[in-house]
């Protein structure tokens, strides 16, 4: 495109495209910092994923604390600069965070003050705490999202809507953008978007901020780079991935396009939206977990129960097996029994736009009936139900229970106060199958967010922030993808205003 003879619609300093978390507070570090800021939003509604998240924001104590832990949980993948750089942000964000949230009088709550569940036994794992938006006066959620009971997300986006209007900054719902512009250098210098059903170019005196969200939603592109497949999503519906190829469009590299935030879960044919377990972000040792999982050869394969449950229970099933061919564990069957459906909810209905909202009953008995869980007398017809070898699963469920009576779990490791027997008819099985809660990929960038092309340089105008791209490219740190969309919209905000680095 010859941008010379180009007429611009629009023409601002800095575009931030998305509004979720990420790409909220990059508009406010940018108009902070004395950029004409303008927000695209392809949904009719703000906050993406963010708003149903957990809303657990990951902060540290100690920052060189916080460089050992990421370091060993980052394997190697990611630079020194950018870790420092993390880690300083995860120090500030509290402050931040209260800054924020005088807008609204907010109440941000610092919990617990000192060490964090969820995170893996690696030096330095002291250091961090957990901090949310506790309570804003007066409001009480959206209408048109359901976060089963947990405002900590919509709260977060609540502050952060309140703080764009505050500020004036203009924000376009239902504008996709569909394409970068490029100068003949390759610098960025605008979008091109529909608007009202128009095509329309506008354009980014500074820089434009991508902030579109993961690739929940696109499935070729978790088809190309996950190892398992099918992989389920939850989610918001407009992560498609956009960011990442209009990115690729004008020559980013990429970077931990595998690795996804997830777990075990569920998913129906009559329900659009994958469930996750109940498991929550953090491994509780004494809580009571009513199943076992086994293979389609009817034989346990994993701990059930990792130590972040969301974040790698799903790898487990990724095995392929040649010889089959396929993967025998997916899907992967979960069994319990009549005392273990009691034991509450095996699935946490997150995330809901209006059309998805779902209420899992307490004791399972609403998902029976509705014929989601299935129900057998014995175990030999539960085999015979899904295809399995009765005499193996026997054995297996055999295996299992003696296990339980020893109090040890010698076959795979699962901390001892989860162990539940499976005896008392009647038996209950469903599938499960990998779910991803959130994508960790996208364009590489570097510690000031400027996404950078396969040979490490910065493309001219062009900034990542949030899960497109994410830091994470190993293993996840609960918390962590608020904490990056605070850091990393706070950088690339000031950044693309032309200001540096905070
Ligand atoms: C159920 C659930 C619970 C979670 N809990 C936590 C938690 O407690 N703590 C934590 O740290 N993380 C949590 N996560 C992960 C975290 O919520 C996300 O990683 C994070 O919110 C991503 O923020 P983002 O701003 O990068 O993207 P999003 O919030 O997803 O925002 C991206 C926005 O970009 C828009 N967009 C996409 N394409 C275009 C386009 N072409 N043009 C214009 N707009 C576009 C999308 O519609 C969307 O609004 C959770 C995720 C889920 C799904």
């Known amino acids: 495109m010859d941008i010379t003879k180009l007429n611009w619609d629009l023409e601002k300093?800095?575009?931030?495209?998305?509004?979720?978390?990420?790409?909220?507070?990059?508009?406010?570090?940018?108009?902070?910092?004395?950029?004409?800021?303008?927000?695209?939003?392809?949904?009719?509604?703000?906050?993406g994923s963010s708003i149903l998240a957990g809303g657990a924001m990951k902060a540290v104590h100690d920052i060189e604390k916080a460089v050992a832990y990421l370091t060993a949980t980052q394997g190697g993948r990611v630079g020194e600069k950018l870790i420092?750089?993390?880690?300083?942000?995860?120090?500030?964000?509290?402050?931040?965070?209260?800054?924020?949230?005088?807008?609204?009088?907010?109440?941000?709550?610092?919990?617990?003050?000192?060490?964090?569940?969820?995170?893996?036994?690696?030096?330095?794992?002291?250091?961090?705490?957990?901090?949310?938006?506790?309570?804003?006066?007066?409001?009480?959620?959206?209408?048109?999202?359901?976060?089963?009971?947990?405002?900590?997300?919509?709260?977060?986006?609540?502050?952060?809507?309140?703080?764009?209007?505050?500020?004036?900054?203009?924000?376009?719902?239902?504008?996709?953008?569909?394409a970068l512009i490029t100068d003949t250098e390759g610098a960025v210098v605008g979008v091109k978007a529909v608007l009202n059903e128009k095509e329309t170019f506008i354009k980014a005196r500074k820089g434009v901020i991508l902030a579109t969200g993961g690739f929940e939603f696109n499935e070729k592109l978790k088809r190309e780079y996950f190892e398992a497949i099918p992989v389920y999503s939850m989610g918001n519906p407009g992560n498609t991935g956009d960011g990442v190829l209009m990115a690729q469009k004008v020559g980013a590299a990429l970077w931990h396009m595998w690795h996804f935030?997830?777990?075990?879960?569920?998913?129906?044919?009559?329900?659009?939206?994958?469930?996750?377990?109940?498991?929550?972000?953090?491994?509780?040792?004494?809580?009571?977990?009513?199943?076992?999982?086994?293979?389609?050869?009817?034989?346990?394969?994993?701990?059930?129960?990792?130590?972040?449950?969301?974040?790698?229970?799903?790898?487990?099933?990724?095995?392929?097996?040649?010889?089959?061919?396929?993967?025998?564990?997916?899907?992967?069957?979960?069994?319990?029994?009549?005392?273990?459906?009691?034991?509450?909810?095996?699935?946490?209905?997150?995330?809901?736009?209006?059309?998805?909202?779902?209420?899992?009953?307490?004791?399972?008995?609403?998902?029976?009936?509705?014929?989601?869980?299935?129900?057998?007398?014995?175990?030999?017809?539960?085999?015979?139900?899904?295809?399995?070898?009765?005499?193996?699963?026997?054995?297996?469920?055999?295996?299992?229970?003696?296990?339980?009576g020893k109090g040890r779990d010698e076959d795979f490791g699962r901390p001892p106060g989860t162990m539940v027997p499976i005896k008392k008819p009647p038996f209950y099985a469903v599938y499960v199958w990998p779910i991803c809660t959130n994508t960790q990929g996208g364009p590489e960038h570097d510690e000031k967010q400027r996404v950078l092309d396969p040979y490490g340089n910065p493309i001219p105008g062009l900034?990542?922030?949030?899960?497109?791209?994410?830091?994470?490219?190993?293993?996840?740190?609960?918390?962590?993808?608020?904490?990056?969309?605070?850091i990393g919209g706070r950088i690339a905000g000031k950044e693309a205003a032309g200001a540096g680095a905070p």
């Not at 990059?26 to 695209?40: F, P």
């Open 13 to 47: 300093d800095v575009i931030v495209v998305g509004f979720g978390a990420a790409g909220a507070v990059a508009a406010i570090n940018a108009h902070d910092h004395g950029a004409a800021t303008l927000v695209l939003e392809k949904m009719k509604h703000p906050g």
């Open 84 to 178: 420092t750089t993390f880690a300083r942000g995860l120090y500030e964000l509290p402050d931040y965070l209260r800054e924020l949230a005088k807008v609204d009088h907010a109440t941000v709550a610092v919990h617990p003050p000192h060490g964090s569940a969820g995170v893996y036994p690696f030096p330095g794992a002291d250091t961090f705490f957990t901090t949310f938006i506790q309570e804003i006066p007066g409001f009480t959620g959206y209408d048109w999202c359901n976060t089963g009971g947990n405002l900590n997300g919509q709260r977060l986006i609540k502050l952060l809507v309140d703080n764009i209007e505050a500020r004036g900054i203009p924000v376009f719902y239902n504008t996709s953008v569909s």
């Open 261 to 404: 935030h997830g777990s075990y879960g569920f998913k129906f044919p009559d329900f659009e939206p994958a469930f996750r377990n109940a498991l929550g972000g953090a491994r509780h040792e004494g809580r009571k977990v009513a199943w076992i999982l086994v293979d389609q050869l009817g034989k346990r394969f994993m701990n059930e129960y990792h130590p972040a449950p969301q974040d790698t229970m799903h790898r487990p099933l990724e095995y392929f097996d040649p010889d089959l061919p396929g993967y025998p564990r997916i899907p992967a069957i979960m069994i319990f029994d009549e005392d273990g459906r009691k034991l509450g909810r095996i699935a946490n209905p997150l995330t809901a736009y209006e059309q998805h909202k779902y209420h899992w009953s307490f004791d399972n008995s609403a998902e029976v009936e509705r014929g989601w869980i299935k129900r057998y007398d014995s175990i030999e017809a539960l085999a015979e139900g899904f295809h399995l070898d009765a005499r193996r699963l026997v054995a297996t469920i055999e295996r299992w229970n003696e296990q339980v």
């Open 463 to 486: 900034y990542a922030v949030g899960e497109l791209g994410s830091f994470f490219g190993h293993l996840y740190l609960l918390g962590g993808n608020l904490s990056e969309c605070v």
